[in-house]
């Protein structure tokens, strides 16, 4: 019950939260915002946390602290809470704030186990609040011989050898709590939603063997839960468990249908509200798609896993168990290159036996089917996907997902290397790529090996723990029966619970002394240390090294025992010594507190007494002892110990040295600096702290370096900031930070840089722009420099004139209205603004007219707002132009039905100010409609449209319910309908002016409108409906007054067509077809049927294999083997079937392919004149009963194949009318649906005639020589050419053996000179100069030789000089070079 009002108070917490705040994003993770205004002023900000505290795990005793740092302004007020508990206790919880480091602290002096929690911290101002939570862990101490540490011990090895083996002594344990009554909730709320498949495993894990018991309870509790379900959810279906989908991500989901649409969704961890978001990828989030909700955990750890449960308005919906199993990838997935209709296998091996993990392709969900096979070895160690048949869509990333761990590798495809397979599609291959092999098994094998062997030390150390018990349980009598004594005997030994008891016959008669002594250690005290070592060294020497000699002194009671049998611990600590952290030059105090005043101590630092000096003093103040350090330095840092009475406590006194600042320099530094633009600004700071110190400065928050205009100083006791030649836009908050190893302080400051403003701003808003005047405002500068703005000055230009007129300084405000205007002229503004640090650039504003007439536009159409038999109210919306000034009122006018004439309906001096008004001039039962026209300063503007025809008279009475609704006619997609016009009656229900048509699909609780406007007539066709969907549909009528009540059809109606039986259209439908093997085979049915009927293919009467793939559409179902297989022979029959009949239709389908063909062909003659062919069978005469064979024969006389026997299903045949004398030969064929096999020829039969062998005597034929000697048949010619030009020489030359050529400049050899490009190609000698010179000229002769002869020819090449230049004296020549060029070529006169 107390949970259950928990989490009802925090149902209303958060409801109430809800309605009213906004949920903001922190940029600090794990941070949660709650703003409570929709729009925060300008400067001003909710709480938000710069550093969250962080997790602490600290020592009973020990001090813990959280820091946190917020922002907001205005400053946020910070507080702290718990979950299990408060932190009013100011002994226990100290709250403080140091200003200067700007920090938050929770402190926990000696802290204590029962402290150990979960703590938030809430900022909070009035535009928001911020939430973090942190979580702190207590170490327990001094419970070395306390008898609870054995028992959680035995507790948490009795749990995990539960998990593990799940013994049968937990069974009976848990049995027995069932048989009670105390069955854990958390095992009903996982049945509620779990399939029936899951009850034995649910009921394994929490022991519970009672079926019968266990469902009658479970229906119990089903009916309460529906019953409460039942006032929020129509329906709820589909409940996924959650399970991790992707790295990192687990989601749950379930399909539901609300009631209320706004209902409140809730969700719950072991008991615990979780805040979620929706659509969004935070940690928690709820993602609606149609019926289904998804809800999604990100960034999984191990303190997601739990109890999650979905509430709607507080009534449980859903529950489900979150396991993240503690496993790891020994062996990930490789990369695996696969060749295309090859499979593809990935595998890995974990470090603990799973029996699922998920498989990821391309970040989608992999499942068992025909492309993919997932499976696990037996010790579930490996697992492995096999991607089945590997095409090139398959390629890309796979991942393996097991708990939150996760690996993936890249699947390559491939190309089939084979040519011959090139444009072909290729055959499925039965090869595998990728897979570990033996490497894997022997890994799996080792880590199984390992396990088993944790599991024996798990089963030892638990009969160990037993054992234990069961001795410490014995040990325990003796100290019974002592209590129970009238007269109490000498003391005994107290058991130690920590450690088994070792015999020591020796020191027997010291026993009850030590039991004095060791009796107060039975007490967890914090932080203190008895100076007792053999109680850790007794555990682990062997008994023959302990000798009474090195026994340490011990402290030992004599005197008698109290009545109640409790031993005096004497004096021991209370409260420990705590570490102090203490600033260098500040004071610092470490305490601690005895359990006596009489009871005096020593101080020490590291090992040393200590005594009271001008900077250290020791106070005692009654049983509180205090050491304080008035000024502490570096040296008084160390580990300090206090010693009473042979108890001691130790603590560290750190003295940290962080950067610090004076406050008047602070303060200082704090004021703003104002310059002027161009000059510079200094900002100066100086600190003492460790070194080495960080320095950084900032403008606005972004760090500045040094640059032409930036420069920083550093030293270890100043820093230094030059801001040269400053702009406006450098102004801003300046902020000096420094940080060393113990802190960071940051000191704020700001920059002003004045300069003049910016121009005055648009757009120029016209108040009036009449014939006496122009007044008009403009927006002020978007920067006024920094200094605020004392006026405007103003210049005048009237449109057509080349002069400005000063007008002059006007006040600051950013409005002017000029009087001195002439009617009907335009004018032109020039507006610049003046403040201290001078006048802005200029703003001009566009051309205003003065006494223009200027008339607004029409308004909007009037609307009726209500209408009673004497008045009538109507509203409209002002124009959107309203010709450049304001709107000063509006004039309304009316007209009767049938009327010409517009009446004005207030008085022409009177015009309406506001924007409705109430028509009084009518006639009750005349029909009116009215129109509006606006007025400006020019006049009254064109009136607005018309209303719509209004009736003076009262409020109509709703319409009845329309008659005689039926439906007409129906198909797949569309219903039409009919129906009668209600009756009048008078006061009760009037007459009706149209009709709304209204659809409700069954699945859904709300009704739509399938007509925006109303129906005039008394018929509708709906159109858009989802074929065999179930619908209600209704007809409301409607008139003035309102909507009649709905008339609905008496039972709901399916879209479908009327009924026709099945019937196949196609008649010329093929009932065979042959198919050749690994080709595709597809078989088309069209047909008629009405509803939409359901089809079944079959083959030989049994269903059709998974290769098979089925398509139906409307009116057509296709049959597909993708790659045809001889198996898939046979007859298949499809059966169209709906509710008015069935039809049937069967085809044979063979799948063969070319034969093979027959075997060796033997011929024999037994009766003279035939002959009997016989032949061994084709290999395919099993496989298809359809084969047959072909016989030709050929003799020596025809010697041409013909056909003589055919379709022949044995293996011989005998031919008749063999001639003697001529020679035979006989090919078999074999032959089936697809066609001829290659030929089996039989040997040559008959008489074998020698041949005369032919011979032919040819007359030696002649040979034939080429050889020649070299010889030109196109010689070179003489060139004439500019200089700076190209020459193109080239000659013919014939010869054989191929003459060699060599090309002559003055008798000097060119062929391998590199200025000269040089070719012969099929005896065409060419020769290329890009750019001729003066040393160009001469005699060019060409030699070509061979082996025969030798032979020349010779060209002269000619250079001309430079240019002509006019004014000279030249002489020009002019050479004819051929039929075509001409050369011209001058010189200087001579």
Known sequence: MGTDMIRLSQLLKFSFLSSVAIKKRSKVPGVMITQFVEKIPAEKSHPDFSRKPIALTVQEGKLAVFKAIVTGDPAPNVTWARNNGDVSDPERYVASYDPVLGEHQLQMPNVGVDQADTYKCYASNEYGRALVTVTLNVIEVGFKKSKAMQEARLEKAAAD?????????????????????????????????????????????????????????LNEKKKEIEEQQSQYIEHLSNLRHIEIKTPGCAEFEFEMDLKDPNARIFLFKDGVMVPFNIDTDEEHSLRQVGRKFIFSIYGLNAEDAGLYQVDIEGVNVFSTDFKIPVVDFLVKIQEVKAVEREDAVFECVLSAPLPKISWLGKNVALEQGEKYDISVSEDMLIHRLVVKDCMQVDKGIY????????????????????????????????????????????????????????????????????????????????????????????????????????????????????????????????????????SEEAASPPPEEETPSEEPRKRVRTGPLVPDNIIDPGVHFTSGLSDVHAIIGQSAEMMCKLSSEKCDGIWCKDGKEITSTDDLKIVKEGTVHKLIVSNCTEDHGGKYRFEADGRKTEAMLVVEDPPRMNQDDLAKFSEPVLIKVGQKATFKMDFVGREPIKVQWYNEGEEMLEDNHIKIEKSGSHSRLLLVKCQRKDSGEIKLKLKNEFGTIEALSRLIVLDKPSNPMGPVEVLEASASCVEFKWRPPKDDGGSPIKNYYIERNQIGRNTWAKIGNIPGEPHYKDTDVDHGRRYCYRIRAVTAEGTSDVFETNDIQAGTKAYPGPPSTPKVVSAIKNCITLAWSPPTNTGGTNIVGYNMEKRKRGSNLWGQVNPPEEPIKGKQYDVKDVVEGMEY?????????????????????????????????????????????????SWTKPKEEEGVQDEAKGYFVELRPAENTEWGRCNSNPLISTSYTILGLKSMAMYWVRVVATNEGGDGEPRDLDNYIIAMP??????????????????????????????????????????????????????????????????????????????????????????????????????????????????????????????????????????????????????????????????????????????????LSEPSESLTWGVIRKKEKFSLNLA???????????????????????????????????????????WYHNNVSLNTDTNYYITNTCGVCSMLILRVGAKDNGEYRVVAENSLGRAECSAQLTILGPRVHAGSKWKMHINLMADVWVSMYWGQRD
């Not at 049968?168 to 958390?186: F, H, L, T």
Request: aromatic residues 6%; proline residues 10%.
């Open 1058 to 1235: 009327p009924p026709v039986r099945p019937n196949f259209t196609n008649r010329k439908m093929k009932s065979f077809m042959v198919m050749r093997a690994e080709n595709s085979a597809r078989v088309n049915i069209n047909f008629e049927a009405s509803p939409v009927p359901t089809i079944i293919w079959l083959k030989d009467g049994m269903p059709v294999s998974k290769r098979v793939t089925v398509s139906n559409t409307d009116g057509m179902s296709q049959l597909l083997i993708p790659s045809a297989e001889r198996s898939d022979s046979g007859i298949y029959t499809i059966t169209v079937k709906n509710i008015v009949g069935q039809e049937t239709f069967s085809v044979e389908i063979r799948v063969t392919d070319d034969p093979k063909p027959p075997g060796p062909v033997e011929l024999e003659e037994n009766v003279p004149g035939t002959l009997t062919v016989s032949w061994e069978p084709s290999p395919d005469e099993k496989r298809d009963n359809h084969l047959h064979y072909m016989v030709m024969k050929r003799d020596s006389i025809k010697r041409t194949w013909h056909t003589v026997a055919d379709r022949l299903f044995n293996n011989n045949y005998t031919a008749v009318n063999i001639m003697p004398g001529r020679e035979y030969n006989f090919r078999v064929y074999a032959k089936n649906d697809i066609g």
């Open 399 to 534: 991942a393996a997902v097991a708990g939150m761990k996760s690996c993936n590798a890249w699947l390559i495809v491939e190309a089939d290397p084979d040519p011959n397979q090139r444009g072909k599609k290729a055959a499925r291959k039965t090869t595998q790529a990728g897979g570990g092999g033996a490497d894997l098994i022997k890994i799996a094998a080792e880590q199984q090996e390992k396990l088993q062997k944790e599991h024996k030390e798990r089963m030892e150390q638990l009969k160990q723990i037993q054992a234990e018990e069961a001795a410490a349980k014995e040990e325990e009598k003796p100290a019974e029966e002592i209590t129970a004594a009238p007269e109490p005997p000498k003391p005994k030994t107290t058991p130690k619970p920590k450690a088994k008891p070792k015999p020591k016959p020796k020191q027997e008669p010291k026993a009850d002394s030590e039991a004095i002594a060791e009796e107060p250690e039975a007490e967890p005290e914090p932080e203190v240390e008895e100076e007792q070592p053999e």
């Open 161 to 217: 050898l539960k998990r593990t083996l799940r013994t049968r002594s937990c069974i009976v344990e848990q049995n027995e709590e069932r048989k009670d009554g105390e069955v854990d909730e958390k095992f009903w709320e996982l049945l509620l939603s779990a399939d029936k498949k899951e009850y034995e495993r649910i009921c394994a894990e929490y022991g519970v063997t009672d079926f019968r018991w266990m469902l009658k309870k």
């Open 929 to 977: 409609e009215f129109r509006v026209s606006a007025i400006n300063f020019s006049g009254a503007g064109e009136p607005s449209t018309p209303s719509e025809f209004v009736i003076a008279r009262d409020p109509k009475k709703p319409p009845g319910k329309v008659t005689d609704l039926k439906v007409t006619d129906s198909t797949n997609t569309s219903l039409s309908l």
């Open 1260 to 1302: 030696p034929s002649k040979p034939c020589n080429f050889d020649s000697a070299p010889i030109f048949t196109v010689p070179l010619k003489t060139h004439t050419i500019p200089e700076k030009y190209e020459c193109f020489m080239s000659c013919a030359v014939k010869g054989y053996p191929t003459p060699h050529v060599t």
